[in-house]
T-cell receptor, first 114, second 112 residues
Framework: DVKVTQSSRYLVKRTGEKVFLECVQDMDHENMFWYRQDPGLGLRLIYFSYDVKMKEKGDIPEGYSVSREKKERFSLILESASTNQTSMYLC?????????????FGPGTRLTVT | QKEVEQNSGPLSVPEGAIASLNCTYSDRGSQSFFWYRQYSGKSPELIMSIYSNGDKEDGRFTAQLNKASQYVSLLIRDSQPSDSATYLCAVKTRGSARQLTFGSGTQLTVLP
C-alpha cells in the first residue's frame, strides 16, 4: 500500500512565524504535490515536484515555497505565516509512469495561524 | 466554466438505495478520471479510476465514463450510512503535466 505521511496532524503558529510542513512517501514516487483545502474553495494546488530539486508552481503559490532534496520528502514552507493561511494542508504523491496519474494523499495537517 | 464540475449537494439517499454522483469536465482530450471519497476532517481516499468509455465495477461501486458527453459518474449500490462523505471527481486534463483537476465535491448523506 502507498503510504504518505505528514509531520503533524494539527499545528498552531503565530503570525509572522516561519512554518515547515513535511511530507514523506514510501512508494518511490516521482511526483509530489501540496494542496490546501478550504470550505467552499475545494482543493487548490500550491506547488508540485516531479523530481528531486525540481518544483513547479501550482494555482496559489504566493506566500509559500517548497523544497525537495530527497525523492521521498517534499516540504512546504510558509515564509511568514499569516492568518489567511489557516487551512487544511494536504500532501499527495503519484508515480512517474507516463500513463499513471493516481494521487495518494497523506492524512493532512490542519494549520491554525493566530 | 469550471474545468471539472460537480453538484455540491447535499445529496441524501435512504440506506440500501443507489446513490448517483455526477461529474462533467470541459477538456475533451482528458484521458484519466478518478473518484475520491473524503470523510469529514480526513484526507481524500482514492476509490475508483476509469480510463475507457463504459462501466467499471468494484464491489458496490460502479464508475461510468462517457467521453462523447464529457461526463463521469459514480454509482454506489446498497448505500450504507458509512458511505456518507464528500465525493471528489478528479480529471487528468490534456493541458496538465502531472496534475489532476479536482471538482469541488458532492456531499452524500445516507440516511439509516
Amino acid at each position: 500500500d502507498v503510504k504518505v505521511t505528514q509531520s503533524s496532524r494539527y499545528l498552531v503558529k503565530r503570525t509572522g512565524e516561519k512554518v515547515f510542513l513535511e511530507c514523506v512517501q514510501d512508494m518511490d514516487h516521482e511526483n509530489m504535490f501540496w494542496y490546501r483545502q478550504d470550505p467552499g474553495l475545494g482543493l487548490r494546488l500550491i506547488y508540485f515536484s516531479y523530481d528531486v530539486k525540481m518544483k513547479e508552481k501550482g494555482d496559489i503559490p504566493e506566500g509559500y515555497s517548497v523544497s525537495r532534496e530527497k525523492k521521498e520528502r517534499f516540504s512546504l514552507i510558509l515564509e511568514s505565516a499569516s492568518t489567511n493561511q489557516t487551512s487544511m494542508y494536504l500532501c499527495a504523491s503519484s508515480s512517474g509512469t507516463s500513463t499513471v496519474y493516481e494521487q495518494y494523499f497523506g492524512p493532512g495537517t490542519r494549520l491554525t495561524v493566530t | 466554466q469550471k474545468e471539472v464540475e460537480q453538484n455540491s449537494g447535499p445529496l441524501s439517499v435512504p440506506e440500501g438505495a443507489i446513490a448517483s454522483l455526477n461529474c462533467t469536465y470541459s477538456d475533451r482530450g482528458s484521458q484519466s478520471f478518478f473518484w475520491y471519497r473524503q470523510y469529514s476532517g480526513k484526507s481524500p481516499e482514492l476509490i475508483m479510476s476509469i480510463y475507457s468509455n463504459g462501466d467499471k465495477e468494484d464491489g458496490r461501486f460502479t464508475a461510468q465514463l462517457n467521453k462523447a458527453s464529457q461526463y463521469v459518474s459514480l454509482l454506489i449500490r446498497d448505500s450504507q450510512p458509512s458511505d456518507s462523505a464528500t465525493y471528489l471527481c478528479a480529471v487528468k486534463t490534456r493541458g496538465s503535466a502531472r496534475q489532476l483537476t479536482f471538482g469541488s465535491g458532492t456531499q452524500l448523506t445516507v440516511l439509516p
